[in-house]
């Protein structure tokens, strides 16, 4: 059982669209992070939500933590090429840190 | 500054021989450790983490091992790997007490043949 769902798996998008990325649970976190990964590398840490009702800018990325703290959700403005990548969101869970299955971001130009 | 150090990058290993991959860490001290499996184009599938050493928690039963012989280091084991091991495997730590950020090491992808 997945305890971070996130939807959807695979977006492909024409620059200059907007896009937004998922991550549910049944279960109340601490905290969730949003990590981006590219190909053959470990993912990097975009931003931590703490919390419930947060929203964070990054740019042009807008993250928020839902007001009960079981869900998030990434808003990216004007993608860009360079956006292409695996998102992911995580959060612990006790001492474990477990991950969502990943969104596929595919920008193109 | 904390660094996290994943050997190798690649490996071609036949099914049924051993493996050992290492994973340490340097800058930061009694960290939580943690190994992950990722398919590709996948999230991470968690199977080990280490809250201290010699103290280790099992994800998902599965033909690996993990150990944590010195605070900084985490190692991930198999007597006889098969073919379903293969994958790009990543170490990571987090802080303890500080919202779980998790810092990566570059991640081993693993083909067994």
């Known amino acids: 059982t997945q305890l971070l769902e996130q939807s959807p798996q695979f977006l492909s998008i024409q620059e200059g669209e907007n896009l937004t990325v998922y991550c549910n649970s049944s279960s109340v976190f601490s905290s969730l992070q949003w990590y981006r990964q590219e190909p053959g590398e470990g993912p990097v840490l975009l931003v931590t939500?703490?919390?419930?009702?947060e929203v964070k800018k990054l740019k042009r990325l807008t993250f928020q933590f839902g007001d009960a703290r079981k869900d998030s959700s990434l808003h990216i403005t004007a993608a860009q090429p360079g956006d292409t990548g695996l998102y992911l969101c995580a959060g612990a869970y006790g001492n474990k840190l477990v991950f969502g299955a990943g969104t596929i971001l595919r920008v193109k130009s | 500054s904390q660094t996290i150090h994943q050997w190798p990058a690649t490996l071609v290993q036949p099914v049924g021989s051993p493996l050992s991959l290492e994973c340490t860490v340097e800058?930061?001290?009694?960290?939580?450790l943690y190994w992950y499996r990722q398919a590709a184009g996948r999230g991470l599938q968690l199977l080990f983490y280490s809250v201290g050493i010699g103290q280790i928690s099992s994800e998902v039963p599965q033909n690996l091992s993990a150990s944590r012989p010195q605070d900084r280091q985490f190692i991930l084991s198999s007597k006889k790997l098969l073919l379903s091991d293969s994958g790009f495997y990543l170490c990571?730590?987090?802080?303890?007490?500080?919202?779980?950020?998790?810092?990566f090491g570059q991640g081993t992808r693993l083909t067994v043949v």
């Open positions: 939500v703490v919390t419930g009702g």
């Open positions: 800058g930061t001290s009694n960290p939580n």
């Open positions: 990571a730590w987090v802080e303890k007490n500080h919202n779980t950020e998790a810092f």
